[in-house]
């Protein structure tokens, strides 16, 4: 289609030259190109198919020595390359098992692997699934005696801490220490940070086995692997401990300055009252901040330390640093490494500046990062604006000052966006405000999203017949107005499936005009749940969720909306970067080093180390005989 427009447009406008450029000549390149790489192939191929004749047949003049008779392989005339350029493939096609082109069982069998085929993101479900499973079952293990909560209450806050979600159907201000020590865990083993450090080590200890494995298989080959593929290997270890040292650094510089702020003053009042340790509140205020679960120690969540201004401003820090502005602050410390570094640093984190998502699904090439900053920056000055205008004289902000008000409108603001932490009482807020909180709840992960989805590195070739991944941009479907629109198309469908099974399942209650149970809540439950935010219009009778009131069945569906909001910053299956690295072949390599034009010699020492490392040995070029043996 996209061919046919050009041509059309072209046409219009009377440029027939272009057209004919476009057409004829553009084709009859890649014709060449295309036929030359097929003749280069079936020599190859019937290279490997003579070696395999010879290696297992068996000739009478070795005897019981294991010595073979090798005639010395012939050059193929043109029409001899034509002809084993169209037959190879079909016998590849028989020797899997297929009825040739077409046949029915190659289709069954291709579609089938498909279906099958193990990608990253059923790897990431089935680890959210059964860590969800456990850690409920823990949690109801430790409060069956103490809150006698149900088991699907204990899933449903593990789902919403392995999911950095912070809806919550217990009273964490109730709940007993090693329930608060289960959510601390999972928050920070559910975290998007931890979970694509643990996809850059197994991507890189793949990488360093296939290294070992070339060196020990392909010793005295004419063939080396790519200088970048060890460059890799480097790059990814320097990214692991660039990602380490971030995220230890924001939340250490919380763990010791809120350590010292909850025990200054009359700020140590609330945990006294809660009877909330302040070293551990320490601890886990900043994991839960910078996974963005929004989980907290009291009941009110945030409310009782409304008063302390160092903490909201930490927090609301910590909230963008750990995700919303992730990309653009990580970026901004490799950038600052590598103008301040060494040269060997310089080395090893140039290539992350240069091809970004090459080797890391949060950093982003330079347009996408504009984007982020752009959108970021318009979000963000929106709903802050929005909330001066709207609730400045409300009665919820009349007791603080200047200053407080300030920092708790900007935790909120950063808050609607990222977690659920909410330090005024979301009820008692311009009703015009709750609406724009749907809202933004709703598009709260959008710019990351598409820029993860419009930046997709993907092979230039196939992945089995190259070692280094280089940059592509995916077809023009894949821009960002384009994954916009299928990001969009996507949630809709998701948000209006749950919502109508949650108001199917909640009639009762609807029909019964309880003025606490509403379908507005139910939406805004919803909605919290797929963006991951987890803010919530609560109960009038308890501290919890309004989630705590659905029944077994709408938990159920919630759960699984959250595992689906979860899996929307997950990288697509086609992306280099939670793939992993394969061991190249020798053909493809060749094809690089050389091009498509190899002259003789060059396909000749090849075939004579493609034969060697089988086992052939070839005679000396005084021997004067054209037959060797085969060991």
Same mark, same amino acid.
């Given at each position: 289609?996209?061919?046919?427009?050009?041509?059309?447009?072209?046409?219009?406008?009377?440029?027939?030259?272009?057209?004919?450029?476009?057409?004829?000549?553009?084709?009859?390149?890649?014709?060449?190109?295309?036929?030359?790489?097929?003749?280069?192939?079936?020599?190859?191929?019937?290279?490997?198919?003579?070696?395999?004749?010879?290696?297992?047949?068996?000739?009478?003049?070795?005897?019981?020595?294991?010595?073979?008779?090798?005639?010395?392989?012939?050059?193929?005339?043109?029409?001899?390359?034509?002809?084993?350029?169209?037959?190879?493939?079909?016998?590849?096609?028989?020797?899997?098992?297929?009825?040739?082109?077409?046949?029915?069982?190659?289709?069954?069998?291709?579609?089938?692997?498909?279906?099958?085929?193990?990608?990253?993101?059923?790897?990431?479900?089935?680890?959210? !699934?059964?860590?969800?499973?456990?850690?409920?079952?823990?949690?109801?293990?430790?409060?069956?005696?103490?809150?006698?909560?149900?088991?699907?209450?204990?899933?449903?806050?593990?789902?919403?801490?392995?999911?950095?979600?912070?809806?919550?159907?217990?009273?964490?201000?109730?709940?007993?220490?090693?329930?608060?020590?289960?959510?601390?865990?999972?928050?920070?083993?559910?975290?998007?940070?931890?979970?694509? !450090?643990?996809? /850059?080590?197994?991507?890189?200890?793949?990488?360093?086995?296939?290294?070992?494995?070339?060196?020990?298989?392909?010793?005295?080959? #004419?063939?080396?692997?790519?200088?970048?593929?060890?460059?890799?290997?480097?790059?990814?270890?320097?990214?692991?401990?660039?990602?380490?040292?971030?995220?230890?650094? !924001?939340?250490?510089?919380?763990?010791?300055?809120?350590?010292?702020?909850?025990?200054?003053?009359?700020?140590?009042?609330?945990?006294?009252?809660?009877?909330?340790?302040?070293?551990?509140?320490?601890?886990?205020?900043?994991?839960?901040?910078?996974?963005?679960?929004?989980?907290?120690?009291?009941?009110?969540?945030?409310?009782?330390?409304?008063?302390?201004?160092?903490?909201?401003?930490?927090?609301?820090?910590?909230?963008?640093?750990?995700?919303?502005?992730?990309?653009?602050?990580?970026?901004?410390?490799?950038?600052?490494?590598?103008?301040?570094?060494?040269?060997?640093?310089?080395?090893?984190?140039?290539?992350?500046?240069?091809?970004?998502?090459?080797?890391?699904?949060?950093?982003?090439?330079?347009?996408?990062?504009?984007?982020?900053?752009?959108?970021?920056?318009?979000?963000?000055?929106?709903?802050?604006?929005?909330?001066?205008?709207?609730?400045?004289?409300?009665?919820?902000?009349?007791?603080?000052?200047?200053?407080?008000?300030?920092?708790?409108? /900007?935790?909120?603001?950063?808050? @609607?966006?990222?977690?659920?932490?909410?330090?005024?009482?979301?009820?008692?807020?311009? #009703?015009?405000? &709750?609406?724009?909180?749907?809202?933004?709840?709703? !598009?709260?992960?959008?710019?990351?999203?598409?820029?993860?989805?419009?930046?997709?590195?993907?092979?230039?070739?196939?992945?089995?017949?190259?070692?280094?991944?280089?940059?592509?941009?995916? #077809?023009?479907? &894949?821009?960002?107005?384009?994954?916009?629109?299928?990001?969009?198309?996507?949630? /809709?469908?998701?948000?209006?499936?749950?919502?109508?099974?949650?108001?199917?399942?909640?009639?009762?209650?609807?029909?019964?005009?309880?003025?606490?149970?509403?379908?507005?809540?139910?939406?805004?439950?919803?909605?919290?749940?797929?963006?991951?935010?987890?803010?919530?219009?609560?109960?009038?009778?308890?501290?919890?969720?309004?989630?705590?009131?659905?029944?077994?069945?709408?938990?159920?569906?919630?759960?699984?909306?959250?595992?689906?909001?979860?899996?929307?910053?997950?990288?697509?299956?086609?992306?280099?970067? /939670?793939?992993? #690295?394969?061991?190249?072949?020798?053909?493809?390599?060749?094809?690089?080093?050389?091009?498509?034009?190899?002259?003789?010699?060059?396909?000749?020492?090849?075939?004579?180390?493609?034969?060697?490392?089988?086992?052939?040995?070839?005679?000396?070029?005084?021997?004067? @005989?054209?037959?060797?043996?085969?060991?």
């Amino acid at each position: 289609l996209f061919c046919l427009v050009v041509r059309w447009s072209l046409l219009f406008m009377g440029r027939t030259d272009q057209v004919h450029d476009l057409s004829l000549k553009t084709r009859k390149k890649l014709k060449q190109k295309s036929q030359k790489i097929k003749k280069l192939r079936a020599k190859w191929d019937l290279t490997v198919m003579e070696t395999k004749k010879v290696l297992t047949s068996q000739n009478s003049k070795g005897g019981e020595s294991g010595e073979f008779e090798l005639k010395e392989l012939k050059e193929m005339s043109p029409q001899e390359e034509e002809a084993v350029a169209n037959t190879i493939p079909k016998k590849q096609e028989e020797e899997k098992g297929g009825r040739g082109e077409g046949g029915f069982r190659s289709w069954a069998v291709n579609h089938l692997k498909r279906l099958f085929a193990i990608h990253f993101i059923h790897v990431y479900l089935t680890y959210l !699934i059964i860590s969800s499973l456990l850690g409920g079952l823990i949690i109801w293990g430790i409060e069956r005696s103490n809150l006698r909560s149900s088991y699907v209450d204990c899933m449903f806050i593990a789902v919403s801490a392995l999911t950095s979600c912070g809806l919550s159907t217990l009273d964490m201000g109730k709940v007993r220490f090693g329930t608060q020590f289960v959510i601390w865990s999972m928050v920070l083993l559910g975290g998007a940070t931890l979970t694509s !450090i643990v996809t /850059i080590l197994v991507r890189r200890f793949a990488m360093q086995m296939n290294i070992r494995k070339w060196e020990k298989d392909h010793v005295g080959l #004419p063939v080396d692997l790519p200088a970048s593929y060890y460059t890799d290997v480097k790059v990814l270890g320097s990214l692991v401990l660039v990602i380490l040292g971030y995220m230890m650094f !924001i939340q250490g510089v919380g763990v010791v300055t809120l350590a010292i702020a909850f025990n200054v003053g009359d700020y140590s009042i609330p945990f006294e009252e809660n009877e909330v340790n302040t070293a551990w509140a320490a601890f886990f205020f900043p994991v839960t901040a910078f996974s963005n679960s929004g989980f907290s120690l009291f009941s009110q969540n945030l409310i009782p330390l409304n008063h302390n201004a160092y903490f909201l401003l930490y927090t609301s820090f910590t909230l963008i640093a750990g995700l919303s502005a992730y990309p653009l602050l990580l970026r901004l410390v490799i950038f600052l490494f590598y103008k301040c570094g060494t040269t060997r640093m310089k080395r090893r984190l140039g290539p992350l500046l240069r091809n970004p998502r090459q080797y890391y699904t949060y950093l982003f090439p330079t347009y996408e990062t504009n984007f982020l900053i752009i959108m970021f920056s318009g979000t963000v000055i929106i709903q802050w604006v929005l909330w001066m205008a709207l609730n400045w004289n409300r009665e919820v902000f009349a007791e603080f000052s200047t200053g407080l008000r300030l920092a708790n409108i /900007i935790l909120e603001t950063v808050s @609607t966006r990222n977690s659920g932490f909410n330090s005024v009482d979301l009820t008692k807020i311009n #009703p015009a405000m &709750q609406m724009v909180i749907l809202l933004f709840m709703y !598009i709260s992960t959008y710019p990351m999203v598409v820029a993860l989805h419009s930046s997709i590195v993907q092979d230039k070739v196939k992945s089995e017949e190259v070692f280094k991944f280089e940059e592509a941009k995916l #077809p023009k479907y &894949q821009s960002i107005r384009k994954a916009l629109q299928f990001v969009f198309l996507r949630d /809709i469908i998701w948000l209006v499936v749950s919502l109508v099974a949650i108001c199917i399942a909640e009639a009762s209650w609807i029909d019964d005009g309880d003025p606490d149970f509403n379908l507005f809540k139910i939406m805004f439950e919803v909605v919290s749940a797929y963006g991951s935010v987890g803010l919530s219009l609560g109960i009038a009778n308890g501290p919890q969720s309004f989630s705590v009131r659905f029944s077994v069945f709408s938990k159920v569906i919630m759960c699984i909306v959250m595992v689906m909001g979860k899996v929307r910053l997950v990288p697509s299956a086609i992306d280099t970067t /939670i793939q992993l #690295p394969v061991i190249p072949n020798i053909e493809a390599l060749e094809e690089r080093r050389y091009g498509m034009d190899l002259d003789d010699a060059q396909e000749e020492k090849i075939r004579k180390a493609i034969l060697k490392s089988s086992g052939v040995v070839y005679p000396n070029s005084d021997a004067g @005989t054209t037959e060797t043996t085969v060991r």
